[in-house]
């Protein structure tokens, strides 16, 4: 059953690059009545003030957090993620978006013990929420669940999802399509040499999984919006 759309003139501001985009995320986001504004985060523009956005969607990235070399736009994100949080503004972080929120929260970021690469199952605390999966993952950093925030989700490598009052964060990539995965398996083909992983099966996996992950994703927006906005 369709849920039914938020309010008018409601405004999502989401921070990606250029390997990121909103995905399946936006979609549900569109549907539910949401525009979704993309700024580019480390670009020759400045991330615009939260002043009439709704909610904050902090993407995935290929960058580290805790990388020192990128602390002369991190420190800005992650002062947008605390004035959303102070100011009630309901923030989905998503892979970096959720280690940035970990970060910005007083949580911790490091690497983890191995990458996550590839279509995985989570251990959920919530499956009508957050189902096991497949869902698409690409990290190779982790975060510590900040004080005050409860953790939803894990594999064996650490967190998989936190929430703090109306605010998600997710390491999956519930955002991804099939034009997405396509374009960081081309983009990304030296990392998934390294690793010994095979593109064309991750694709492959893709056209089976895409479908229910979609839905999965659409499950997972809804539930963050009804808990926002009621």
């Not at 979609?27 to 580019?40: K, N, T």
């Not at 400045?46 to 290929?62: E, K, M, Q, T």
């Not at 895409?210 to 808990?227: E, K, N, Q, T």
């Amino acid at each position: 059953m369709a849920r039914p759309r938020i309010a008018a003139d409601r405004r999502a501001l989401a921070i990606g690059d250029d390997a990121t985009a909103p995905g399946f995320v936006g979609e549900r986001l569109s549907e539910r009545g949401i525009e979704v504004v993309v700024a580019v985060r480390g670009g020759p523009e400045p991330l615009p003030s939260l002043d009439g956005f709704d909610v904050l969607v902090p993407l995935g990235s290929v960058w580290s957090v805790d990388d020192p070399a990128f602390a002369w736009w991190m420190d800005t994100e992650l002062a947008t993620i605390r004035a959303a949080v102070e100011a009630g503004l309901p923030v989905l972080g998503i892979c970096f978006g959720a280690q940035a929120m970990s970060a910005a929260l007083g949580g911790v970021v490091g690497r983890a013990a191995r990458p996550e690469i590839g279509w995985y199952t989570v251990e959920s605390d919530v499956p009508d929420v957050i189902p096991p999966g497949p869902w698409f993952e690409w990290h190779g950093d982790t975060f510590t669940v900040p004080d005050g925030a409860v953790e939803l989700a894990r594999s064996p490598v650490g967190p998989q999802a936190f929430r703090v009052g109306p605010h998600l964060a997710v390491q999956f990539h519930p955002e991804v399509t099939g034009e997405i995965l396509r374009s960081w398996v081309i983009d990304g083909h030296g990392e998934l040499s390294r690793e010994n992983l095979d593109g064309a099966a991750i694709l492959a996996a893709g056209e089976r999984h895409l479908p229910v992950a979609r839905l999965a994703c659409h499950r997972l927006v809804d539930h963050f919006l009804d808990s926002a906005f009621g």
